[in-house]
């Protein structure tokens, strides 16, 4: 099991960046993969970025402006946000696979302002 929490989300406007962070209740130096999904209003989760042992991979509408990495010291994920769009508002959660379970966090809302 784990614990996932994520922070950073806020308001920015476009072009901007934010950084979230991914806090794990465990080490996740074995977790593979985790990723970054993402929900915005009247609209499916979908994946956002992935990393696993076998490298990283995005979405390719964040393909070029986000990237997504770890520190597994720190047992945190995180996702860099640069070039941020409006369409790029939605709530941001944390997955994590766990032999074969999935874990979330609570989510945190991403809002970009025109």
């Known amino acids: 099991q784990v614990q996932l929490v994520e922070s950073g989300g806020g308001l920015a406007q476009a072009g901007g960046s934010l950084r979230l962070s991914c806090a794990a209740s465990?080490?996740?130096?074995?977790?593979?993969?985790m990723g970054w999904y993402r929900q915005a209003p009247g609209k499916q989760r979908e994946l956002v970025a992935e990393?696993?042992?076998?490298?990283?991979n995005y979405a390719d509408s964040v393909k070029g402006r986000f990237t997504i990495s770890r520190d597994n010291a720190r047992n945190t994920l995180y996702l860099q946000m640069n070039s941020l769009k409006p369409e790029d508002t939605a709530v941001y959660y944390c997955q994590a696979i766990i032999a074969y379970h999935t874990y979330w966090g609570q989510g945190t809302q991403v809002t970009v302002s025109s």
């Open positions: 465990r080490s996740i130096l074995s977790i593979n993969p």
């Open positions: 990393v696993s042992s076998l490298g990283s």
